[in-house]
């Protein structure tokens, strides 16, 4: 079985009129009651709230886009295929699965050739920080909404972790806690992927200012991130590792 560690970079919808969606979206606080307060709150705050709401799509798979995947294969470098500024979504998502599912043959055509009949076509278990709740249903939206058919290796609705996949931070969590990738890497004393102060609300300003590389590394750094976390999680105490980055030309 492969193990495949991966993390998905967002922003919000790339369609005409979303940012008009988002200011429609605004509404003054509840404790403003007259026409003029109400007036004048929008006039003050009204396009930094519509901003806000717009970034926010970035959170929801039934508005938001996928703008980088990112993803390991056991031991193997992280590799991040980044979306083109011209690049529609589905056009974008079809190359970067394309360059995962040819990572996974490439894998199998490495492997002990008496092993091959035995591994063609055995199962990716999947390992990812939130991923139960984020990248994986985020994913899975955006395959639907672009009429692309999901990745053999991508879970479906109702997969359960351990069984079907790994989530790091329910490891660390439990079911029904929260936990920053950057805390459990600080605990387990392996090099945080934010220590060099890029977080995820900096990935739109990075995707549209063509800071590519520096959006596959950050991507790159949580794989890796994850990847040592898990190692330590499951006792192999040596396989903590620094974040190698590496961008798919694909």
């Known amino acids: 079985m492969t193990a495949i560690f991966f993390d998905i970079e967002t922003i919000p919808s790339q369609a005409p009129g979303a940012r008009e969606q988002a200011r429609q979206s605004v509404r003054a606080p509840g404790t403003l009651r007259k ?8 006039a003050e705050h009204g396009d930094e709230a519509a901003e806000e709401l717009y970034k926010r799509q970035a959170l929801s798979p039934s508005d938001g886009e996928v703008c980088c995947v990112g993803f390991a294969l056991d031991d193997a470098d992280p590799v991040a295929v980044v979306r083109e500024l011209n690049e529609s979504e589905g056009d974008y998502l079809r190359r970067a699965l394309a360059v995962v599912d040819e990572h996974l043959r490439e894998a199998n055509r490495q492997a002990d050739p008496l092993l091959q009949p035995w591994i063609d076509g055995a199962p990716v278990y999947p390992v990812g920080f939130n991923v139960l709740k984020f990248d994986l249903p985020f994913l899975r939206w955006r395959c639907w909404a672009n009429r692309i058919a999901t990745p053999s290796w991508l879970p479906g609705p109702f997969a359960r ?27 387990l004393g392996i090099a945080s992927p934010k220590a060099e102060g890029v977080d995820g609300s900096q990935v739109l300003d990075l995707w549209r200012n063509s800071a590519h590389a520096d959006l596959a590394a950050y991507c790159c750094a949580d794989v890796a991130a994850t990847r040592a976390c898990w190692h330590v999680m499951q006792g192999s105490f040596g396989a903590a590792e620094p974040a190698v980055a590496q961008e798919a030309t694909a």
Do not use: F, N, Y
Request: glycine share 6%.
């Open 35 to 42: 026409a003029e307060s109400i007036a004048a709150w929008h």
């Open 161 to 187: 972790a351990p069984r079907d996949l790994c989530d790091v931070m329910l490891l660390a969590a439990g079911p029904t806690g929260m936990m920053s990738l950057d805390k459990v890497c600080r605990a």
